[in-house]
């Protein structure tokens, strides 16, 4: 049972335009949520996180929303340039504070020249 | 890059064979966590570790066993590979402080059961 969903596995688009990844989850106990971007042959690097009592946080390019009643959260990413490039783990965590992350399966972001 | 190493970076070996894991961090980090990738199934942990000796399971621990002697080096054990472990193994930690959830990843290691 995947209580993270990325549905989209892949994602097209343009340089400069905006990116716009996807993430569902079913448990309502997730109150923090993050973003990871992994390029091949390295491992994931941090982007951006939104605590539940948020509903936006912003940095840079990078803007993460969280729509709670929706349990939906959204990556995006503006202008989006080619060295973005790379798969993207949208990733959720309870109120354990052990760091138990839950992580969704990746959409592979491609951003065209 | 919080001085996550990992070793072996590729292996590959037989089933039935015992394989071990390390992953060595330098900056004395309480959290260490230990995570699968699979097509399909994004990051999923096997175990993590909160402190020496204190370790716990993760959401797919069966067949994996760890340890944690030292602060700096997190193992991950094997004890009898099978062609379903066949992954690439990621090592995270935590930094200290308040936020245990952003976690930074080792280089990860490529392994192979045939």
């Known amino acids: 049972d995947q209580q993270v969903k990325q549905n989209s596995p892949s994602l097209s688009v343009q340089e400069g335009r905006i990116s716009i990844l996807n993430c569902d989850y079913t448990?309502?106990?997730?109150?923090?949520f993050l973003w990871y971007k992994k390029y091949p042959a390295e491992g994931p690097t941090f982007l951006i996180s939104?605590?539940?009592?948020?509903d936006k946080n912003e940095d840079g390019r990078f803007t993460v929303f969280l729509n709670k009643s929706a349990k939906h959260l959204s990556l995006h990413i503006v202008p989006s340039q080619p060295g973005d490039s790379a798969v993207y783990f949208c990733?959720?965590?309870?109120?354990?504070?052990?760091?138990?992350?839950?992580f969704g399966q990746g959409t592979t972001l491609q951003v065209k020249p | 890059d919080a001085g996550i190493t990992q070793s072996p970076r590729h292996k590959v070996t037989e089933t039935g064979t015992p394989v071990t894991l390390r992953c060595h961090q330098t900056?004395?980090?309480?959290?260490m966590y230990w995570y699968r990738q699979d097509p399909g199934h994004g990051l999923r942990l096997i175990h993590y570790?909160?402190?020496?000796?204190?370790?716990d399971k993760g959401e797919v621990s069966d067949g994996y066993s760890v340890s944690r002697s030292k602060t700096e080096d997190f193992l991950l054990t094997l004890e009898s590979a099978t062609s379903s472990q066949t992954s690439v193994y990621f090592c995270?930690?935590?930094?200290?402080?308040?936020?245990?959830?952003?976690?930074?990843f080792g280089p990860g290691t490529r392994l192979t059961v045939l």
């Open positions: 995270a930690i935590s930094l200290a402080g308040e936020d245990y959830n952003e976690q930074f």
């Open positions: 448990n309502s106990m997730f109150d923090y």
């Open positions: 939104i605590s539940s009592i948020k």
């Open positions: 990733a959720a965590s309870g109120s354990s504070n052990t760091g138990k992350l839950i």
């Open positions: 900056e004395n980090h309480r959290y």
């Open positions: 570790s909160y402190g020496v000796k204190d370790t």
